[in-house]
């Protein structure tokens, strides 16, 4: 059973298309994260939610917006999208409360923008 | 802010043992971490350090902390053709929302 799950795992889009990304974590975790990698492996947060708080937002242009429905769900909408959007997206899970433990990510989710 | 060092690339023999190194700024790290990750897939957690320790060993892996000098290492013993990856360091601080600042990644090549 997967502890961090993405959908979709691959994603091609036109430029200007709306799109959306979910993840859900099956860890009882109370944060989420979204982060981009781009093409030479650099990752960076974007967002971070606490029991479905908006804790971290990075300087992330704001046609990229998640939402978290639940502690266990954090989703990733992007408005117009741009060629420099095409990335790969994590998603992953933390227990807050547990300091020493790292973050569960998910297996990735591929945006290619054409 | 935070900044984490990595070197791009390292290549190593099978049956020698690897070390990647790994700087960072951030002078209240709490803990700090080795991640690797695989082609195609997610970042999967090796080991981590906390920042008042100055070694931790398991199996295969040793990690190594000069707190002083902000140097992470990661050593891997009889290294492996499935060692082969791309390691990240990360580190931990104290601002709100457990934020990972992550390395760039160093290129385990490992040749037979």
């Known amino acids: 059973d997967t502890a961090v799950s993405q959908t979709p795992k691959y994603l091609v889009t036109q430029m200007g298309n709306d799109k959306s990304i979910k993840c859900e974590q099956n860890l009882g975790h109370d944060t989420m994260y979204w982060y981009k990698q781009d093409s030479k492996k650099f990752l960076k947060i974007m967002f971070s939610?606490?029991?479905?708080?908006?804790?971290i937002n990075e300087t992330v242009p704001n046609r990229f917006s998640p939402k978290s429905p639940d502690k266990a769900h954090l989703n990733l909408h992007i408005n117009s999208l741009e060629l420099g959007d095409s990335a790969v997206y994590f998603c992953a899970s933390s227990q807050g409360a547990q300091r020493d433990y790292g973050y569960t990510f998910g297996s990735g989710t591929r945006l290619t923008v054409v | 802010g935070e900044d984490v060092e990595q070197s791009l690339f390292l290549s190593v023999r099978e049956g020698d043992s690897s070390v990647i190194n790994c700087t960072y700024t951030d002078s209240s790290s709490t803990y700090l971490y080795w991640y690797k990750q695989e082609p195609g897939a997610g970042l999967q957690l090796l080991t981590y350090i906390f920042s008042n320790m100055d070694m931790k060993q398991d199996q295969r892996l040793t990690v190594l902390l000069n707190k002083k000098d902000k140097h992470l290492s990661l050593r891997i013993a009889d290294t492996q053709t499935g060692d082969s990856a791309i390691y990240f360091c990360a580190e931990k601080g104290t601002a709100a929302g457990n934020k990972l600042t992550f390395g760039g990644g160093t290129r385990v090549l490992v040749k037979p």
């Open positions: 939610y606490n029991n479905k708080e908006l804790i």
